[in-house]
């Protein structure tokens, strides 16, 4: 397989990446479609229009998994829910600012001038992207478990526990030595071009 | 950078043009503007070379050195940390 042009890796990494645009923004779309409707239906149930049992049974048929280990009445599964919006929130819109600047990495590398400032500042962005989906995943755990904690009054149990994913953290790592390495790059291609 | 390129001195005392200097020196009239305007970030040592067998001169007179206020603080600086 070739390196560039029709049918080459880059080619079909592009493909990949054009696919995972759309994807994202119409997971987007539907997290936001989402997130509405259950705003809408919980506000409803507050006001009395809509009868809690109605919330509580479509609460129960959704599975979630955060850091928080919760046992306590399930009136206050709502925060649980909210939480699942913001991070799949966090992830899609850091998603789509990661596939953005790979795309526009691509693009730069099948011009053949892969050394250029920008593209470091594109790898940067993405290692920053990756490490604000992490560190809002921690942050938005550990806020649900004090929200746990101060709604419910009947001293239910809420435990919180942070869980560091080893192949995330050493992806934000790798990512850091490489957007330097393509700074260090660009500066070298730069000196080059203006060395008569 | 306070490496000065003082070609159009040089250039006017030979009577000579930039496209000429190009011509007899080998280096794309591009690259002598670079150098000429003060935006090349190093020269070749052939470069140099061909620049002073052709303008008849060394190299000391198409280069000097001035530097602004950050240069003289920081060889200040060194002079008071090799001390």
Redo the contacts between chains.
């Keep these: 397989m070739r390196a560039l042009g029709k049918g080459s890796i880059a080619s079909a990494v592009k493909a990949v990446l054009d696919v995972a645009r759309w994807g994202l923004w119409l997971a987007a779309l539907l997290l936001t479609l989402a997130a509405l409707a259950y705003i809408g239906l919980l506000a409803l149930t507050a006001a009395g229009s809509v009868n809690p049992a109605l919330l509580q049974d479509l609460q129960a048929h959704i599975h979630l998994r955060p850091n928080v280990e919760y046992r306590g009445p399930p009136e206050v599964s709502w925060p649980v829910i909210l939480w699942a919006f913001a991070v799949g929130g966090v992830a899609i819109g850091g998603g789509i600012v990661i596939v953005g600047r790979l795309r526009r990495l691509f693009e730069g590398f099948s011009s053949g001038e892969p050394f250029r400032k920008e593209y470091a500042g594109h790898l940067r962005v993405i290692w920053i992207a990756m490490l604000t989906i992490e560190l809002s995943r921690i942050a938005l755990s550990a806020l649900l478990a004090v929200m746990l904690r101060l709604l419910d009054h009947s001293n239910g149990t809420v435990s919180f526990g942070i869980s560091l994913d080893l192949t995330t953290w050493l992806s934000i790592f790798v990512l850091i030595v490489l957007a330097e390495v393509f700074r260090e790059g660009a500066r070298m291609k730069?000196?080059q071009e203006?060395?008569? | 950078m306070a490496i000065r390129v003082t070609l159009d001195r040089i250039l006017i005392e030979r009577r000579m043009s930039l496209t000429d200097l190009s011509e007899r020196v080998g280096v794309t009239l591009a690259n002598l503007s670079i150098l000429k305007t003060g935006k090349a970030k190093a020269i070749r040592f052939s470069t140099l070379n061909a620049l002073c067998r052709v303008l008849e001169c060394q190299p000391g007179e198409i280069l000097s050195f001035e530097p602004g206020e950050g240069e003289i603080e920081l060889a200040e600086a060194e002079t008071e940390a090799a001390e």
């Design positions: 730069e000196e203006l060395t008569v």
